[in-house]
């Protein structure tokens, strides 16, 4: 059996055989074996954002040692901004209540989830891409410090 996370990890716990995951690339590996276990894109967002070490970027011990750090990495980033994308592009309806679902759960994903869509949205706003992610970011932020919230931000 292959752990695809650190044994010593809070986070998701998976094990494959070497022979399935041969059988996909790492990036669709990540997607069937970690985050289809995750239930919505917030959630799933927060997952990745737990992954990134001080130096700020996305590491998974698994993955990197089934297919290497590089290639990790890149599945890595890949599937975050293919999240933030979905994140980006979702009704307002539909991100409020799964940000109030996080909020109302107790979570402290909320923190994580605000951070990378600050990330992704960098220091230059030029692109439409990073002005909504920013945007949504600030939606969250609010939401969370708003009296009727089960949970305010420090």
Request: glycine share 6%.
């Amino acid at each position: 059996m292959l752990a695809l996370k650190e044994p010593d990890s809070t986070s998701c716990l998976l094990f494959a055989t070497e022979n399935e995951l041969r059988l996909f690339g790492c990036s669709e590996n990540f997607e069937r074996l970690v985050l289809a276990r995750i239930g919505t894109a917030m959630r799933k967002l927060a997952y990745l954002a737990s992954l990134r070490n001080s130096e700020g970027q996305l590491r998974h011990w698994g993955l990197e040692r089934a297919y290497g750090e590089l290639t990790a990495h890149e599945a890595l980033k890949e599937k975050r901004d293919s999240i933030v994308v979905m994140i980006n592009t979702m009704a307002y309806e539909e991100l409020w209540g799964e940000a109030k679902a996080v909020l109302e759960a107790g979570h402290d994903e909320i923190d994580l989830i605000i951070a990378e869509l600050r990330v992704k949205a960098g220091t230059n706003l030029s692109r439409p891409e990073e002005l909504q992610a920013n945007s949504i970011a600030e939606m969250i932020w609010e939401l969370s410090r708003a009296p009727h919230s089960s949970r305010r931000v420090a």
